[in-house]
């Protein structure tokens, strides 16, 4: 079987999560790991080989499809379009509000190299907005509702961290318990941002930092902290390392409707995810889709893609005639 050659740019928790996904998908091989470190101070569990980020020109012809793992605050933006003009790409940006214009700086890059590359790859947004679109095409009456957690969110975290001042911080994303009942009640609330969620960040300062600064950053943040109740709470490293290590995650996505003529038969859908590992299920969500980038780039289908665009059955190795056999 010829395998699709993937590699891997950067090496937190997302990297290090498609490096363990690929292990369970035979039909790609891992040909290496592009960072911003120097070289010779990263080691992988798998040891493939580690080139610095400057040079990944150099191998664009030796690699199918290149999985960008850096954070949406700032490393995306810049490395989406950049990569997208040397490799087919798959990357997780999440920032919501920013989408639309991430996805028109890919793909005129992507575009005019000829290449294909899948963004805002993950659960959510990725699996939940295709819950979202499936219900609300499904159930063209009604209102969708979101919920994220209780959960470690690897992107407010990452943005936490760029402050100056932090030294290590994780953000918990908690839904509001009493919105989740009224929702599933079926009687369609008005819900604002802060009405949903609330955000929970626990915070190593340096030593030295301002404390009250580094709280105000946090909480005044657009687009991931200014339209929900936030709370900051400063601990120790020790209390981080022993409370902190494990990245749990999950939500619910729920439409609810009503069919019909006279539009009074209630109807719900449900979507819900419960994760031991976020970055973990993240990673395996990218891997489906750099099969799909590369089935798409195979057969002509060029420029940025969103889940939205990709048919289901380009994320699974099995043929057509196995899918109609097995899953249908």
Known sequence: M???????????NLGKGVEMAISQNKDMELVAL??????????????????????????KDDIDVLILCGGSATDLPKQGPEFAALFNTIDSFDTHAKIPEYYAA??????????????????????FSLSRAYAEAVLPEGETYTFWGKGVSQGHSDAIRRIKGVKNAIQYTVPVESAINEVRSGSNPELS??????????????EGADKAQ????????????????????????????????AMPHGGFVIRSGKTGFDSQTPQIIEYALKLGSNPQFTSSVLVSYARAAYRLNKSGSIGAKSVLDVPPAMLSPKSGEELRKELL
């Open 2 to 12: 010829e395998k699709i050659k993937i590699a891997i740019a950067g090496y937190g």
């Open 34 to 59: 592009f960072t911003r470190r120097d070289p010779k101070t990263v080691k992988t569990a798998t040891g493939i080989p580690v080139y610095h980020t400057d040079d990944a020109a150099a191998h």
């Open 106 to 127: 890919v793909d005129a890059a992507a575009k005019a190299a000829g290449h294909t590359s899948i963004i805002s790859v993950g659960w959510d947004p990725g699996l």
């Open 193 to 206: 941002t802060r009405d949903k969620h609330l955000r929970e960040c626990y915070v190593v300062a340096e």
């Open 214 to 245: 580094i709280e105000n950053e946090i909480k005044t943040m657009p687009n991931y902290f200014a339209d929900y109740n936030t709370t900051v709470h400063f601990i120790t490293e020790e209390e981080m390392a022993r409370d902190h290590a």
